[in-house]
């Protein structure tokens, strides 16, 4: 079974410093997707970043980049200049590639992001 | 770009009455979604796996008499908490995916509120 672990509950930074947030995951499945999404205390799930297993750059998306370490099956999300906007709960995810497990999203237990100004 | 919507986005219910939750796919069929389960600062539970004009597949300890799910077409899932109670109380949310896409969509989340 695929795990995500993210062992930071909460983290702050400072407004437009940069801010990285951890995130190792387990599984034995060889083909499989990495995701970081954000949640602001409205509810909504905000797509951020995806990193695929065979990807050999790590993705990156405007102020966003996802340090892909596969050896040590770490993927942790880079903000950099922090933005007040930021401030929100975040969550790492991961998705087997097909099977029965085809869709399904395993998340972290999140990790709260304080922007101080 | 691709949208899932998900009504309402809050219900207050009394003990022992039904709710029921949509999830609609706007602009793209979706053959599968999921629905989650969060409680206050907490990660998401998968809850089931919704199948269009297939049965949900459930995952363990979910109740599926209690939790009903209905995928009768290719844009919309619906999840009915039947006779609920307190400790129903929580957001509930769907997403789907685009056939061959990389993310998933979510919808905006349901805070059912059970009193």
């Known amino acids: 079974a695929q795990k995500i672990t993210q062992t930071q509950p909460g983290m702050f930074v400072q407004e437009k410093e940069a801010v990285t947030l951890d995130c190792t995951y387990d599984?034995?499945?060889?083909?499989?997707?990495l995701f970081w999404y954000k949640q602001p205390s409205s509810g909504e799930m905000i797509f951020l970043i995806y990193?695929?297993?065979?990807?050999?750059q790590n993705a990156t998306e405007g102020r966003y980049s996802l340090n892909f370490q596969k050896a040590r099956k770490s993927a942790n999300l880079v903000i950099s200049a922090s933005q007040l906007g930021d401030s929100a709960m975040y969550f790492c995810?991961?998705?087997?590639?097909?099977?029965?497990?085809?869709?399904?999203?395993?998340f972290g237990q999140g990790t709260i992001l304080t922007v101080h100004p | 770009g691709a949208v899932v919507s998900q009504h309402p986005s809050r219900v207050i219910c009394k003990s022992g009455t039904s709710v029921k939750i949509e999830c609609r796919s706007l602009?793209?069929?979706?053959?599968?979604m999921f629905w989650y389960r969060q409680f206050p600062k907490q990660s998401l539970m998968l809850m089931a796996t919704?199948?269009?004009?297939?049965?949900?597949?459930?995952e363990q300890g979910v109740e599926k008499d209690k939790f009903l799910i209905n995928h009768a077409s290719l844009t919309l899932s619906t999840l009915t908490v039947t006779s609920a109670h307190p400790e129903d109380s929580s957001f509930y949310i769907c997403?789907?995916?685009?056939?061959?896409?990389?993310?998933?969509?979510f919808g905006q989340g349901t805070r059912l509120t059970v009193v």
């Open positions: 997403s789907a995916r685009i056939p061959g896409g990389t993310e998933a969509f």
């Open positions: 919704s199948n269009e004009g297939s049965k949900a597949t459930y």
């Open positions: 990193q695929g297993s065979y990807d050999q």
């Open positions: 599984t034995s499945d060889p083909s499989y997707g």
């Open positions: 602009d793209f069929q979706a053959t599968t």
């Open positions: 995810a991961m998705r087997l590639a097909g099977g029965t497990s085809y869709g399904k999203l395993t």
